[in-house]
């Protein structure tokens, strides 16, 4: 009865509400468990600070012996203050562990103590939460009990140095016996190094058992985040599903005439209110057939529905831009993160977990450019350029793209002689299509080779039609499934999802590409002996022949960047820590602004080679600020700035030209790319200047 209860209750509520559920328990466990990540790593890294201090601990305690055991034979008091020196640091870090035994300890008193024993003063506060945190884990309590017994084991050290102190300055006793109570100090020294060993295996021990506890809590958090995704999913859509098939049963039987037919309705949701409008729209068919002015009114609904679809096309337009920022904000972060270090990490496991990362941040990245290509000709708002295009430019970049990706296939392309080397077409959309068959050609092919071709067709005065083909040896299309294939979400068997992975959108965002710019494509394919998929396109013929309109590649990677100081506008602080680190590496100089009002600041007191600007930031963003610097009096209003930015939407490069930026680069960024696009934008300016 409680089950049909809860059942009925949550069928009544929307279907918006349900995704608000959805996504707020999403983000709630994806907090918890960033939460968890962080004081994991805060924990962590107050081991490792206690770790340090364990360091300076032993290396003070050594370097006070051996200064003892200096004074023991020269009999200098200078010898005797160094010992009395070098014995601040456990001196400063026993009066922390006293401190902290109180009842109500002064945290004054304790951190003066820890920064007398010549920890960081960044430290000392991990540290001492760590103790009030884990005081009564086994571990800390151990490493705790450790470094009781080597204070008062230094504090008998001391009570011998100050009595061979006395016997030196009285001059009473022979070296003999002063040779024999330093014979008592080296035996308290070799035990205070047992302990010290004890304290940092402890903590070793401990710090191995924090991993395991966060990595099973990590690993739970994540399944269940799975899980909850994938419960509420289905229940959503199989509320939906079964509401809509009952109102398609119902339309299927108005339509053949059959006017008293009724819908059940499910829910209370909007598909239940569809229904509830369904059973309605019959009842005004059955009893006011003939009524013109209840034909009017349903005139009128439909209108309002389709007011309403068109609203919800804009609605899903902002909300994929929307999207689409947030999602590559983080990815530009887990994904240069990454790839930082994959030059760091040395250990094979490792590497391959940090292959896996990656290759599932580009397969993301893929997909989400597939979505939004598939969303904006869909809503029939993509717009193609003309201009000069060097057909064999484009394939050798698409070979040189999938380089890494080979798996030792070899790529070849031929193109015939009467092909011309330039046409007038949109180079972007070309090089996407050919991008997403080449690269579909080789998830399919698992040994063999892909050939690329391009054939002239027909021209006249003014055009020609190409033809490009891709050929495979891979796994092959089943005849059945070759007219399905270019369908959004389809792809050739039931089992390539599972096996070869993709959202099955990448065909069909080429056959709509091809088909806008009034080509055709189709595929001959056998399964077991590839695959051959030829599209025809209509090119304007190239008039110009100077070479100097082909743009040049750049020839020369950077190879450091000493010398090049660069301003990094970035309000986010892991995408800050993100860039800062990938230009340091490189060898830059950089500084970092928060917000377009701190960039003006500091250029105004500084000089700096070039500018990284975020386009979206509080107080003031990067398109203001850019409109701010050009409008400057000064030499400094040349600089060049680069944008950065995650929003990918068509027409986002010329935005920013227009507001005076110099060149764009979207995140998840290529940092070869960034290197290329500083050093060439930063050398153009020293040679102006």
């Not at 006395?166 to 002063?178: F, K, P």
């Not at 700035?641 to 507001?659: N, P, Q, S, W, Y």
């Amino acid at each position: 009865m409680i089950r049909e209860f809860l059942r009925r209750k949550l069928g009544n509520i929307t279907i918006s509400m349900k995704l608000y559920f959805t996504v707020g328990i999403m983000a709630l466990l994806v907090t918890i468990e960033l939460c968890t990540l962080w004081f994991a790593v805060s924990t962590l890294s107050s081991v490792r600070s206690f770790v340090n201090g364990e360091g300076l601990w032993s290396k003070a305690q050594k370097d006070a012996v051996y200064s003892l055991f200096i004074y023991s034979h020269s009999h200098t008091e200078k010898d005797y203050h160094a010992f009395r020196e070098y014995l601040k640091v456990p001196l400063g870090d026993n009066k922390t562990r006293l401190e902290l035994q109180k009842p109500h300890p002064d945290m004054r008193i304790a951190r003066e103590g820890f920064i007398e024993g010549r920890n960081h003063p960044e430290d000392v506060d991990g540290m001492l939460n760590l103790i009030i945190r884990f005081h009564n884990i086994s571990y800390l309590n151990k490493a705790i009990v450790a470094w009781g017994d080597a204070e008062k084991t230094m504090e008998q050290l001391i009570a011998i140095s100050n009595k061979l102190h006395s016997m030196i300055s009285s001059n009473t006793a022979t070296q003999q016996q002063v040779d024999s109570v330093m014979g008592q100090a080296e035996g308290l020294n070799r035990k205070v190094t047992i302990l010290e060993d004890t304290f940092s295996n402890t903590l070793g021990e401990g710090s191995r058992w924090l991993e395991k506890i966060v990595l099973r809590l990590l690993l739970t958090l994540s399944l269940t985040i799975g899980t909850t995704s994938i419960l509420i999913t289905i229940s959503v859509s199989k509320g939906i599903e079964k509401g809509i098939k009952a109102i398609i049963e119902g339309a299927s039987l108005v339509s053949k005439g059959l006017l008293n037919t009724r819908v059940k309705v499910y829910s209370q949701d909007e598909i239940g209110t569809l229904a509830t409008s369904f059973n309605r729209m019959t009842d005004t068919l059955e009893h006011s057939l003939h009524n013109i002015r209840e034909l009017k009114d349903t005139e009128e609904t439909l209108k309002r529905e389709k007011e309403k679809a068109e609203t919800s096309e804009k609605t899903k337009q902002l909300f994929l831009a929307k999207m689409s920022h947030e999602i590559r904000t983080p990815m530009n972060a887990i994904l240069g993160f990454a790839r930082l270090l994959e030059d760091t990490i040395q250990g094979k496991e490792e590497q391959e977990f940090l292959h896996i990362i990656i290759k599932s941040g580009d397969d993301l990245l893929v997909i989400l450019n597939d979505i939004l290509d598939f969303s904006i000709m869909e809503a029939g708002k993509i717009v193609f350029e003309s201009v000069p295009i060097n057909l064999k430019d484009i394939i050798q970049l698409n070979i040189r793209m999938m380089e890494s990706k080979q798996r030792d296939i070899e790529i070849k392309y031929h193109v015939d002689e009467d092909v011309p080397e330039m046409v007038m077409g949109d180079s972007v959309r070309l090089n996407q299509i050919l991008l997403n068959l080449i690269s579909n050609a080789l998830k399919f092919t698992e040994k063999g080779s892909i050939s690329i071709s391009v054939t002239r067709m027909d021209e006249n005065v003014d055009s020609i039609v190409l033809d490009f083909g891709v050929k495979d040896t891979g796994i092959g299309i089943p005849y059945e499934k070759q007219a399905k294939i270019f369908d959004s979400f389809e792809q050739g068997a039931n089992d390539t999802a599972r096996r070869f992975g993709g959202a099955g959108l990448g065909l069909s965002i080429v056959k709509q590409l091809v088909k806008l710019q009034n080509g055709e494509i189709f595929v001959k394919s056998k399964p077991g002996h590839g695959s051959d998929f030829h599209f025809r396109l209509p090119f304007l013929k190239f008039k110009n022949n100077i070479d100097t309109l082909i743009a040049q590649k750049a020839g020369t990677a950077i190879q450091n960047g000493n010398g090049i100081k660069i301003l990094v506008a970035e309000d986010n602080l892991i995408n800050q820590m993100l860039v800062l680190r990938v230009l340091t590496k490189q060898g830059f100089e950089t500084d970092v602004a928060e917000n377009g009002l701190i960039v003006l600041k500091k250029i105004e007191d500084n000089d700096f080679d070039i500018i990284l600007m975020d386009v979206q930031m509080p107080e003031m963003d990067g398109y203001e600020a850019t409109q701010k610097i050009r409008a400057l009096t000064t030499y400094k209003k040349d600089i060049p700035i680069i944008a950065m930015t995650a929003h990918t939407f068509k027409g986002e490069l010329e935005r920013c030209i227009e507001m005076g930026m110099n060149d764009f680069i979207s995140k998840p960024f290529d940092t070869k790319e960034l290197y290329e696009k500083i050093y060439k934008l930063s050398k153009s300016n020293l040679k102006e200047s």
